[in-house]
């Protein structure tokens, strides 16, 4: 049965009146954000912004969960250290009070009578004991109502000295509202089965209209340009820093003071650049892999040995580098490199050592491609990004071409990534590096704009370890944010019952933890999400009936529709990190300057303000986390209609990946309404 007009402009109507409500609810959650909403100033704890010097000690007011909550158990934290030298003041007699600042507004609110002095208002105090951290004394807390609350501070005796009367300090703090269905998951949550209604719609109306072609406009026309990119000294100019960096990094991390926190190498590492990088894959594709000093060594190794052996044929491909990435994503969480100094040193030293001698062993960039345990990440970010190196025409390069722009001569060395730049469709092995211009005689390569994401529906090429990836990846972060809850450990200890006493009795509780929440990672993101994809596959073949592609096939096509789902969560993720914890290494650069050159910056600042406050911070998560979906069902549809028939069944067929997606995003809305634990313990 054919599409009429009708339907068409039914769908035009339908998709026109889903970016009308996506609009009006991106105002409505931005004013929201903007005069409160559910997160309003709920964290002003968070980040050490309440100290007090008192006596040669510094008080510090910390909360968890981030922000606290109503009807949950929170903890209200004081932090006490000797000023100047840090070491946590042990043994001391604390007691903290709280009450809600309505009570205290009403009893200085008279006209007739002064305003009370802070000491003058009544707050019921309890000892607080020294729990887990040296120096951190706690209160449990499980608040009755949300707003501002008078937290009150008294101190009897710290390190060996008594005060009488005790020491009397007042802080604030916020209380949010509940966590779970709130009023902002049940908006999100409604928003994407909105969207997720009219992409299926969009999908069987839409099917037989024809596809669009642009020519844009060649960049490297502009004459300056395509002499920087191929100037010889382009490459070092962007390694020689990088290297010279992570040398500084590494030294730091060796020999500088082995406090996370403080230490400028797990700063810049894990704080700066782990979380920044993601967004220039998004926006310039691999360029970082030009830079990155891992790559260099790499490079310069097989430039230097000369090695004629190839990567073994078996491994050319991304099984080896997704295991290495999970390994290392599970190092992290159970060793805890980034708030070590010197973890993140040896990580830097082991690194560098492998990347030389794969260098030495087998051709160009082996490391990068097969190796590296971020190859995969960033080869599939990279091809959503609007930057593409291609071959400009290439009928031109079929009637002359002698492969310079592979092999390399005296102007280029040839692509680095095994690459034939007259093949290439797509951004997942393409450095950004320009040896394919330098070296092509007929200066047919083009440095162009397109569409975000386009290379996910366009390139002819589809893997089954790509779409593995694609799978697992929103795994991983869904997995990581569900992790960082403070209900996570609650979910721990219940698995963990599973273990038969006989068996947990010869183990420590943190042995067996470990292995119930390493269990959870790996199944959780090696097999369920992958499983679940299956069955989405295998549903669309069921659907479709006589024309099923099969479930292998279907579901290495398909597959990739996941992948902004998973950036998404990722960006969401670490959008968290730069904004709250980035403003940290600044006074941790004036400490390393100050240690280590005659040069004196100042006095390092360590209660810094984040850079966003928590619930405009939130806000930017949901939406990242919405608009990935959004992105999801257009590269989806995009790929149903190149995998199959324009037919209304191959409508029908996308819907069991839709909801799929839909599922996927619904999931991670959830967590990131959940109270969250510390993210960064650095």
């Not at 039914?10 to 409500?21: D, E, R």
């Not at 044929?313 to 992290?332: G, H, I, Q, S, Y």
Request: glycine share 8%.
């Amino acid at each position: 049965m054919g599409i009429n007009a009708r339907q068409v402009t039914g769908g035009g109507s339908f998709l026109g009146l889903s970016l009308i409500w996506l609009i009006l609810f991106s105002v409505f959650a931005t004013s929201l954000a903007l005069a409160g909403g559910d997160h309003a100033e709920a964290t002003p704890m968070a980040g050490g912004m309440r100290l007090m010097i008192f006596d040669g000690f510094q008080v510090e007011l910390l909360g968890l969960p981030r922000p606290l909550r109503l009807r949950a158990e929170n903890k209200i934290i004081l932090k006490i250290l000797r000023d100047g030298s840090l070491e946590p003041v042990r043994n001391g007699k604390v007691f903290i009070g709280v009450v809600p600042a309505r009570l205290l507004n009403r009893a200085s609110a008279s006209d007739k009578a002064p305003i009370p002095q802070p000491d003058m208002i009544e707050v019921p105090l309890s000892p607080a004991p020294e729990v887990v951290w040296a120096g951190s004394y706690t209160l449990t807390r499980t608040f009755s109502e949300t707003g501002p609350h008078r937290v009150r501070v008294a101190l009897a005796e710290l390190d060996g000295k008594t005060f009488n009367p005790p020491a009397v300090f007042d802080f604030e703090l916020n209380v949010a509202p509940a966590s779970g269905l709130s009023a902002g998951f049940a908006l999100f949550a409604l928003t994407a089965i909105v969207t997720a209604s009219g992409g299926i719609y969009w999908a069987i109306v839409r099917a037989r209209l024809p596809t669009r072609h642009k020519s844009p406009l060649n960049l490297l026309d502009i004459s300056w340009l395509a002499r920087f990119v191929t100037w010889k000294g382009f490459q070092p100019l962007l390694q020689i820093p990088t290297l010279i960096i992570i040398a500084v990094i590494a030294f730091l991390g060796f020999f500088d003071i082995q406090e996370g926190a403080k230490n400028l190498a797990t700063k810049l590492t894990w704080i700066l650049w782990w979380p920044g990088i993601i967004f220039t894959f998004i926006l310039v594709g691999r360029l970082w892999c030009v830079m990155c000093p891992f790559g260099a060594l790499n490079e310069w190794a097989a430039n230097l040995f000369r090695p004629a052996r190839l990567f073994p044929k078996a491994l050319r491909n991304l099984w080896l580098a997704t295991v290495a990435f999970l390994l290392f994503t599970w190092a992290d969480e159970q060793i805890g490199i980034i708030r070590s100094p010197q973890l993140t040193a040896w990580v830097i030293v082991i690194f560098a050592v492998l990347s030389v001698g794969i260098g030495a062993v087998f051709q160009r960039r082996s490391f990068c491609h097969y190796l590296c345990p971020i190859t995969g990440l960033v080869g599939l970010y990279s091809m959503v990004s609007p930057v593409e190196v291609r071959a400009a025409d290439r009928s031109l390069c079929q009637k002359n071409c002698r492969q310079d722009c592979y092999r390399g001569n005296e102007k280029g060395n040839g692509c680095p990534m095994f690459e034939f730049p007259m093949t290439v469709d797509r951004n997942a092995f393409c450095n950004v590096c320009f040896e394919c211009v330098r070296s092509c005689p007929s200066s047919n390569l083009a440095l162009r704009f397109r569409s975000f994401g386009k290379d996910l529906w366009a390139s002819g090429k589809r893997w089954l370890d790509e779409a593995y990836l694609s799978v697992v990846l929103v795994g991983v972060t869904t997995i990581l944010t569900a992790q960082m809850i403070t209900a996570w450990g609650g979910w721990i200890s219940g698995l963990a019952k599973g273990i038969p006493l006989s068996l947990r009795v010869l183990m420590k509780p943190v042995t067996y933890l470990t292995v119930v929440e390493s269990a959870v990672f790996f199944l959780g993101s090696l097999l369920l999400f992958p499983v679940l994809g299956l069955c989405a596959a295998w549903a669309v073949n069921r659907i479709s009936g006589e024309n099923g592609k099969g479930i292998k096939k279907t579901f290495t096509q398909l597959a990739y529709m996941f992948l902004p789902v998973g950036l998404a969560m990722h960006l969401a993720h670490n959008i968290s990190h730069l904004v709250t914890e980035g403003p940290g290494v600044m006074p941790a650069l004036q400490r390393t300057i100050a240690r280590f050159t005659p040069i004196d910056p100042g006095e390092p600042n360590w209660q810094f303000a984040p850079l966003l406050s928590a619930d405009v911070v939130y806000w930017l998560e949901m939406l990242l986390v919405l608009f990935g979906f959004v992105f999801s069902l257009i590269v989806g549809y995009r790929l149903t209609m190149s995998f199959s028939d324009r037919s209304e069944q191959t409508g029908k067929a996308f819907v069991p990946f839709v909801v799929l997606s839909l599922l996927f995003t619904l999931i991670n809305f959830y967590l990131l309404n959940q109270p969250m634990g510390a993210r960064h313990g650095a």
